[in-house]
């Protein structure tokens, strides 16, 4: 069975609560459309989100950590610590429904209803690696496949069996760091115990981007931090590069992920 396990950042560091709220309703919808009922889901938050969804094999994990810092810096390390508290929090969690498998998602991605059957026809895999997948801007009617290191820039980016990122019995949450099971890191440190994730066999996730509320990947916080005339015009023509490449978004890609427009 897999375990989705959704962080949330708390309202008090969110400039709109109600964008936030859209934005996992339709993460959660996405989660929730898998094609077997074999999965369950966790979310750590502070409060819960507004939204009318429901659904049985959602758990709502609330805590009470400390508020991260709230302030337009590239500094994120005390909302990144809070993210990686909130998933250790979710894995401790996990336990009670016994999973094979876990996947961190971000609370305003979308994911491939097909992930849960993959996972019931491997349950002894180590694990894959979403190495392809899609970036989508909010609003736009065109998307960008990613063909590869998609799990590089999307912190939904890795399917791992559950004994091999469970915490051992001494860990305790005061420990845990804004690296702990980064997803930037988790390849190298299965790598490093002795465990090698397969490549997911399709595209397994949306990456959203500038729909206002991302921690990072913001164009104004991007372009502040740029601080020469190459530096910027080396940003732009990426930027329009992406439109280049992208294509357009399909109604069967709208399905299989769950996305719709929310700003």
Request: proline share 4%.
């Amino acid at each position: 069975m897999l375990c989705f396990i959704i962080p949330i950042k708390s309202a008090q560091i969110s400039s709109s609560w109600e964008l936030v709220s859209k934005l996992f309703e339709r993460t959660i919808k996405s989660v929730c459309n898998q094609t077997i009922p074999n999965f369950r889901v966790i979310v750590v938050c502070h409060e819960r989100p507004n939204l009318e969804f429901t659904h049985p094999n959602i758990t709502y994990v609330e805590v009470d950590l400390p508020i991260p810092i709230r302030k337009d810096s590239i500094d994120h390390s005390s909302r990144r610590t809070d993210k990686q508290k909130k998933v250790f929090i979710g894995l401790i969690h996990a336990r009670q429904f016994n999973p094979t498998h876990i996947m961190f998602v971000d609370a305003d991605d979308c994911v491939s209803k097909h992930l849960a059957e993959l996972v019931k026809q491997n349950t002894n895999s180590n694990g894959w690696i979403l190495r392809r997948g899609y970036e989508y801007k909010e609003g736009s009617k065109l998307i960008l496949h990613r063909r590869k290191e998609f799990h590089q820039k999307c912190g939904t980016g890795y399917i791992v069996r559950h004994d091999l990122v469970a915490p051992d019995e001494h860990m305790k949450l005061e420990d845990i760091g804004q690296e702990f099971l980064f997803h930037q890191c988790i390849e190298g440190v299965m790598r490093k115990q002795g465990y090698s994730l397969e490549d997911l066999p399709f595209e397994g996730a949306v990456y959203i981007t500038e729909n206002g509320a991302n921690m990072t990947n913001q164009k104004d916080l991007h372009l502040k931090m740029l601080n020469h005339s190459y530096e910027k015009l080396l940003f732009y023509v990426r930027r329009y590069g992406k439109l280049f490449f992208s294509r357009p978004l399909t109604n069967s890609m709208r399905e299989e992920f769950g996305i719709y427009d929310v700003c």
